[in-house]
């Protein structure tokens, strides 16, 4: 059971930035945790208002929480019967499934001010990961909201305590970093900065278990564990990159990486897909707000000379890639960017074979991040996979070391900073929050 004073604040929520690709999972995790508290509780009054500048964008945003909230019911059909069995007018399973979706949109309210917001007791921010963006709203929230509410940033890099002081909300603001989508993924990172509430941190974390999430935490430093760990993996496959184009050509270059994070390292999709999924803007931003905070040289030429050219990744509606270091159609990579040509070149047979020859091969093709994910060998076909991937002489094995090597001592790299407890803190947010197989701190390579 949630703790009183969380039960008492989940009556008056707000989301800001809701309509967006993070704020509208956030605004579906609340928006069933409070129709079903709505059922449970019928004498209190449950709202979620939401909150964005684009109308349309919150239309849509209502009618996905509408479809969503059919789903819900038709997976939750049992718990819906008992709280419907006194009601003689919900005989029909349908009927209980469309009560549901009913209740669910009477908790909504929408609107494109920040005024919205003002009698919630809990705020979610879930706006573009721009510090002064994030610091404007906050000041307008704290000078408009409740005195006792509480603010929840999806921040996924930007240092809490000092977010908080510049908007006079300390001891008021955690950061609660969803990953995409947070309606599926399992992990939120929570920061809590030095002079937080101790009431606030311990409903931050029930709230997590509500929402059927689970919690790593990281200490309030920039980037914190998740993108600390993936922004130096990037830019140490961009530097890769640069290494290998001169020999191999830019677009055969970044599909042998490609594949080494993808097939050689079995993960769910290769490095330079993965940047595109978040965004290029994205990147950049994160490095810029660990640059500025950290003093690290955190810099990204390529990833700034793709943006000057227009190529932004991202998703579009319906989660839809958008070109970035590569183009996508039906959802996997069909060509690659090439900034001197400013344009992509068709990943064809041609180039699949020039890849393969370069890399050489797979310890065990048979082999792959979806294969291993439910099996129950997995463990031990890793080991096997990365003992052999160790005594490969070709380039391929060679690379796949290499990365392997950095990503590790990346995350130790976290441990010793103190930004993660411990290593398998690490882990965690890698195979939780990224689908990794394995944690960066393992023993794969080491002599049996």
Known sequence: MAEPDLDRRLRQVAVVGAAGKMGSGIALLLARELAWRALEQPAESFILNLVDLDDAALQNLVRYLRAQAVKEAEKQINRLRALFQDRADLVDNQDMVQEFGFELLLRLRTGRTLALARDAALVFEAAFEDEA?????????????????????????????GLAQACGLQGRLVGFHFYNPPAVQKLVELILPEDCD????RSAAELARLLGKRTVPSRDVAGFIGNGHFIREGLHAIRLLEQLAPDHGFVPALCLLD?????????????FQLMDYVGLDVF??????????????LDAPLIDRCLALGIKGG??????????????????????????????????DGLARQVETALGALPDPSLSWKSLQQDPAREAKLTAHFRALGGLDTLGGTLARTCLQA????????????????????NDVLKLGFFHLYGAVNDFLESP
């Open 198 to 201: 101790p009431d606030l941190a």
């Open 315 to 348: 998703q579009g509606p319906g989660g839809v890639q958008k070109p970035g270091f590569l183009d996508y159609r039906k959802g996997r990579p069909a060509a690659g960017y090439d900034p001197e040509r400013r344009d992509y070149l068709p990943l064809d």
């Open 259 to 271: 594949r080494v994070y993808r097939d050689f390292l079995l993960r769910p999709m290769g490095i």
């Open 133 to 161: 963006l994030k610091t404007s709203l906050f000041r307008e929230l704290a000078g408009q909201c409740r005195p006792d509410a509480w603010f929840f940033s999806n921040t996924s890099s930007i240092p809490v305590q």
């Open 407 to 426: 990503s590790r001592e990346i995350a130790l790299g976290l441990v010793q900073r103190g930004v993660a407890r411990t290593a398998e803190d690490v």
């Open 284 to 297: 950049q931003a994160i490095t810029g707000v660990m640059g500025r905070h950290l003093g690290e040289e």
